[in-house]
């Protein structure tokens, strides 16, 4: 059973077997200028992602869904969902980000002002510092609690739902709340809606997700297909991506501070918390020179491999470096912090730039 809400490390070869999710990388040579988290292997599954491909390659219609569900800090883990809605829409894909804030509400007993206050000033905010062009008109943001068109689809999409399958697919025990069990209905339609007529009509979408987001996949994919004779919908086609390990070791979380490197953070708190990071390394210096480091289990590393390190060759010769034990955790811990200094420095000033357009947008979706 995978809990969207609550799922820990994931055994991802085994999520691939269980649930049907294709290698990503059979697809690797049809992508051209693959976005670096697919080359590395970050983005590592696929559910029938070639129609994806098949838009890009002839130029037509598709588009992608990512949620956002304001219950807390955005951390640099979520940067990878920003980075790859930076590659689509310079592919020309139309753009929709559902603001979660029923299911904060719901499954976070976040009230839906502080949702929208953590909306705009965490992740719009850090959306548009990292890049991601909010002026661009198929770029379509909004509350999922005032968007009466997703409310409405979703209240439909219901009528071929029974509890029964819901409890199959998350677990939902007998004490969960109603809303909670309604609320991937509304995801549902988050995902779906684009199809509709008045936003243009079926076309392939493609929703990225990490891999605990899979049961809202799978219930969306199996919602298209009952209602194909009704909306003639296209069923989604979706991507997953492994989790950036945490400071200490465990899943980076926002709501375990000790775990995480906050995008709001300054370069001094950023920094400061780099240094305390989980290594591969031995336990002695000599081990380590002897046998070589693990940099696979690395938190350092993955902050290099995920964000912060573009070219592939550089990277290659620090896993190398580290594993053959030509270099010291803390040598490459003083590399990392240089660029996770300049990086933050970066997203700052941007960040400050971007607060006025977020507000904007804040507006917009009112």
């Known amino acids: 059973m995978i809990d969207p809400w609550n799922s820990a490390i994931i055994d991802y070869e085994k999520l691939r077997e269980q649930f049907g999710i294709k290698p990503f990388a059979d697809l690797m040579d049809d992508i051209k200028d693959p976005h670096p988290l697919m080359k ?114 979703g209240y439909k999409l219901a009528k071929k739902v029974n509890l029964s399958q819901l409890k199959a697919i998350y677990g939902f025990a007998n004490n969960t709340n109603l809303a909670h069990v309604y609320v991937p209905l509304i995801q549902v339609a988050d995902i779906l809606h684009p199809q509709l007529d008045e936003f243009g009509g079926p076309k392939p979408i493609v929703v990225p997700v990490g891999a605990d987001q899979d049961p809202h996949i799978r219930l969306t994919r199996d919602i298209a297909e009952r209602f194909k004779s009704t909306y003639q919908f296209i069923a989604p086609s979706s991507t997953y991506h492994r989790f950036i390990t945490g400071l200490t070791g465990d899943k980076m979380s926002s709501s375990k501070p000790k775990t995480a490197i906050f995008l709001s953070d300054t370069p001094e708190v950023a920094v400061k918390k780099l240094k305390t990071a989980k290594t591969g390394g031995r336990e002695t210096l000599e081990e380590q020179k002897e046998i070589g480091g693990a940099p696979e289990e690395c938190a350092v590393y993955e902050m290099l491999l995920y964000h912060l390190i573009l070219d592939d060759g550089k990277l290659k010769e620090i896993y190398r470096d580290c594993q053959e034990g030509n270099m010291m955790c803390g040598e490459c811990k003083q590399n990392a912090t240089l660029l996770v200094e300049e990086f933050f420095q970066k997203l700052s000033q941007e960040r400050e730039k971007a607060k006025d357009l977020a507000k904007a947008s804040l507006l917009e979706i009112s």
Request: aromatic share 10%; proline share 2%; no cysteine.
């Open 40 to 153: 590395r292997g970050i983005i590592f599954g696929q559910r029938d992602y070639g129609r994806i491909v098949k838009a890009m390659r002839e130029g037509s219609s598709f588009a992608v869904v990512t949620g956002m569900m304001p219950s807390g800090k955005m951390h640099i883990g979520h940067k990878m969902v920003v980075d790859q809605l930076i590659w689509y829409q310079k592919k020309g894909a139309e753009i929709y980000i559902p603001i979660a804030d029923m299911e904060s509400y719901s499954a976070r007993e976040v009230d839906f002002k502080t949702s929208k206050k953590l909306a705009v000033e965490e992740y719009i905010t850090n959306y548009i510092a990292l890049g991601l062009d909010f002026e661009d008109e198929d770029l379509h943001i909004y509350l999922q609690s005032e968007n009466e068109v997703v409310k409405d689809l």
